[in-house]
């Protein structure tokens, strides 16, 4: 009988240490918002969407590449940026065949973070793309860790809940020991069809919600596979996979 590949689940940014990431295929989790708003990019047609840590460096590559330099630190605009982490900012008509420099407070960072721990392949996923997130990884045969971002490396829930939907859907092509994958998928099993209902109890909600108004983009990012595609890191950039 083959051995099945292994599924664990990194909590936190500061926790992704402890994973071996060589073999395995990591996936880049950051709910609200930016995995949503590169499934969103990619979906409506971007050439690309390159991640980076800096505003600065967002700003030089854009200038340099013709593209559109994008993010937010701590929920907001980032200054010296015109364009935000918003999934629904990134229509057809305004992104299609541009590049998209993005950089954000959590879920870049965290991309970074698996470069350098040599993982043998990256992608983003959130609940828009779901459905090809859990393709990919069947098919992949690979060992997998679903990374979360977090907030500024403390523990979310809306990032572990797209990590317990993950598992819901594929724990049968995996060996799962590991608790945290269990609370993931627990918790997940308790809300998955009230998740706009649960919203407003999530810490990150009432950071984007209440201080600027954003219940649209909360509602985008918790419905599934409104932006099916799968984003995958090749050469410096996420492309549709």
Not at 127 to 140: G, K, R, T
Not at 166 to 174: D, G, L, M, P, T
Not at 195 to 204: D, F
Request: hydrophobic fraction near 40%.
């Amino acid at each position: 009988m083959q051995k099945k590949p292994t599924l664990h689940t990194s909590l936190s940014p500061a926790l992704l240490h402890l994973y071996d990431l060589s073999n395995s295929v990591v996936v880049i989790i950051d709910v609200f918002r930016a995995t949503s708003t590169i499934a969103s990019a990619l979906y409506n047609g971007a050439k690309c969407v390159i991640p980076v840590d800096s505003v600065p460096k967002a700003i030089e590559i854009s200038r340099n590449i013709d593209g559109i330099a994008a993010g937010e630190r701590d929920g907001m605009i980032a200054e010296g940026l015109q364009h935000g982490n918003s999934p629904l900012e990134y229509t057809r008509d305004f992104i299609e065949n541009k590049t998209l420099v993005l950089t954000t407070t959590n879920g870049t960072r965290l991309l970074q973070m698996a470069l350098d721990k040599n993982a043998d392949t990256i992608i983003s996923g959130s609940f828009p793309n779901l459905s090809a997130v859990c393709d990919f990884l069947i098919a992949s045969g690979k060992n997998v860790v679903l990374g979360c971002a977090g907030w500024k490396d403390r523990f979310n829930l809306e990032d572990t809940l797209f990590a317990g939907a993950v598992i819901s859907r594929i724990s049968k092509q995996f060996t799962i020991h590991c608790d945290s994958s269990l609370m993931a998928d627990t918790m997940y099993a308790k809300y998955k069809n009230k998740m706009i209902e649960y919203a407003p109890k999530l810490t990150h909600y009432h950071r984007l919600v209440e201080r600027f108004g954003l219940i649209e983009d909360i509602k985008f990012c918790l419905t599934n596979d409104v932006a099916n595609v799968l984003p995958l890191y090749t050469d410096g950039k996420l492309v549709r996979g």
